[in-house]
């Protein structure tokens, strides 16, 4: 090697080797509200992990999809355009069919049988995340997801043809199935959707109601307890490796708080949900008996769907879940 090239090489291995350690920050979008529960918990996250590294790392939440939408935050982390985002994971179903399990229709219905569910479905859900160049590191539930319309619905038949918003493909099919027309949204630009007759129906957690103010457009929500979605914060795996021990020790730790005080806190408020939605005038009732049977009977076909794309993965998931 001649000596200039060889003291250039000795110059570059210092620089690398011997640079301090630098603080680093992380951007971090998210995709709901600012004041909603998933995001306050994120950002408390954030702040935890900022604080105990001393600054080391420093990352910063961006609600409201005000850094990268909803629809792009997955994207954006599997690429590296952001290190880390939080995604809602039955949206992933195009990535995967794994990803859809818990928007399967009465499959889970109540926060311990979410919990199972999750617990069941994690290992091939991280599988599949590490082949996509991610690492999960917390999930956290929406309350259980009730019916919102325009005017009373008491069973299917009141949907035919009902504009309605879906925020994935498992309520895209729902919506089909109930013969409504579907328009996917993202949560951020319900209230312009309701607002302009673009939709006037969807189904969603007293959570999402609230936080959009739907009682300004529709009356009416049952509490149909269809399922619990999540919604996950992953990592990008070159991000991950570029921090030393001790720091992704600490977001490791972080990220077990953030998990648990979000099941917590989705717990809590789910019934102060729907209290704030009746304050508000809307009429917040249980389905009729029509409306369960005629839910029931698409949740079956919406799981024999599934099932088929999913294959062994999806259905050693379901089992498992289901000796649980
Ligand atoms: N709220 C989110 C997803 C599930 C929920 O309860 C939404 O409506 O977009």
Known sequence: MRSSNLSAVLALTTMVLGLPAQAEKWDMPLAYAATNY????????????????????EIVTHPGGSLF?????????????????ERLISALGNEDAIFEVDALPFLATSFDQAWNLYQASKPAMEAVLDEKN??????????????????????AADMKGVKFRAYNQATSRLAELLGAVPTKIEAAELS?????????????????GYDRKIWEHVKFWYDVQAWLPKNMVVVNKEA??????PTQGVVLGAAAMAEQAGWAKARELADWYKEQLAA???????????????????????????LERA??????????????
């Open 69 to 85: 939408k909803g629809g792009d935050i997955f994207r954006a982390v599997r690429t590296g355009q952001a290190p880390i985002g």
């Open 192 to 208: 312009q959707a309701f607002a302009t007759g673009v939709a006037d129906s969807m189904i969603s957690s007293g959570s999402t």
């Open 38 to 57: 998933h995001s306050e918990n994120a950002t408390r996250f954030a702040t935890a992990v900022t604080e105990a590294t001393g600054g080391k790392l």
């Open 311 to 324: 294959g062994d993965t999806g259905k050693g998931v379901v089992d498992d879940y289901r000796n649980m």
């Open 240 to 245: 991950w490796a570029g921090l030393d021990a």
């Open 280 to 306: 508000n005038g809307m009429t917040v009732d249980g389905p009729s008996d029509t409306l369960k049977a005629d839910f029931m009977s698409i949740g079956e076909t919406m799981t024999n769907e599934w």
């Open 134 to 155: 991610l690492k999960l590191l917390y999930a956290v539930p929406w309350p259980p997801q009730g019916l919102y319309n325009k005017n009373p619905v008491d069973s």
